[in-house]
């Protein structure tokens, strides 16, 4: 069945950076685009970046464009977020979810991972 | 798009209806999507495309409207039910998360 796995999450202090990885199984990667959407404590979704299918295409929300980096790679099942620059307003789970293209829901959600921000 | 949800939070009595609400900023046509989260879980696809609901979900939730206005609805509630609800816009960047409903049990 399907399955995105998070990791990478922790605690960093602030100004450093954080790469997270999800893996997919259970499907065919390459077929899909992919999200990365966080949930700070106690509040709501906030989605931060895309990837086309191939990589070709990505975009960014405001509050991470400059700083957030997505990827990935096809031959690992893998897409990764890579973080710098962060601050304690960047504490939160972070969540990969699947979507059939670029512009279509997000019908597969992994578990999260935790990064906190603190010195 | 702003998307905006109302209420906040919603009081149902167990095998009662519940009425959420999602408003856009400005047209999406029907390209949103519902989804459920629980406590300490992944959200969950429900509803995309206004109105169609995802594999595996009961025919209990339905979703209905276009443009701006948009409801999902949830009969018979059942105890699994009672969770937090988020409409999102997905037709394009960047990809806008109502600020969600909680149905909370009466």
């Known amino acids: 069945q399907v399955q995105l796995a998070e990791s990478g999450g922790g605690v960093v202090q602030p100004g450093r950076s954080l790469r997270l990885s999800c893996v997919a199984s259970?499907?065919?990667?390459?077929?899909?685009?992919f999200h990365w959407v966080r949930q700070a404590p106690v509040t709501g979704l906030e989605w931060l970046a895309v990837?086309?299918?191939?990589?070709?295409?990505?975009y960014y929300a405001d509050s991470v464009k400059g700083r957030f980096t997505i990827s990935r790679d096809n031959s690992k099942n893998t897409v990764y977020l890579q973080m710098s620059g962060l601050t304690a307003d960047d504490t939160a789970v972070y969540f990969c979810?699947?979507?059939?293209?670029?512009?279509?829901?997000?019908?597969?959600w992994g578990q999260g991972t935790l990064a906190i921000v603190s010195s | 798009i702003v998307m905006t949800q109302s209420p906040a939070t919603l009081s149902v009595s167990p095998g009662g209806r519940a009425t959420l609400s999602c408003r856009a900023s400005?047209?999406?046509?029907?390209?949103l999507a519902w989804y459920q989260q629980k406590p300490g879980q992944a959200p969950r696809l429900l509803i995309y495309?206004?109105?169609t609901r995802a594999k595996g979900i009961p025919d209990r939730f339905s979703g209905s409207g276009s443009g701006t206005d948009f409801t999902l609805t949830i009969t018979a509630l059942q105890s699994e039910d009672f969770a937090v609800y988020y409409c999102?816009?997905?037709?394009?960047?960047?990809?806008?998360f109502g600020g969600g409903t909680r149905v909370e049990i009466k």
């Open positions: 990837t086309s299918y191939d990589g070709s295409t990505t």
């Open positions: 495309g206004a109105s």
């Open positions: 999102q816009w997905y037709s394009g960047w960047p990809f806008s």
């Open positions: 979810a699947r979507a059939p293209t670029l512009a279509t829901q997000f019908d597969s």
């Open positions: 259970g499907f065919t990667f390459s077929n899909y685009a």
């Open positions: 400005q047209s999406v046509s029907n390209h």
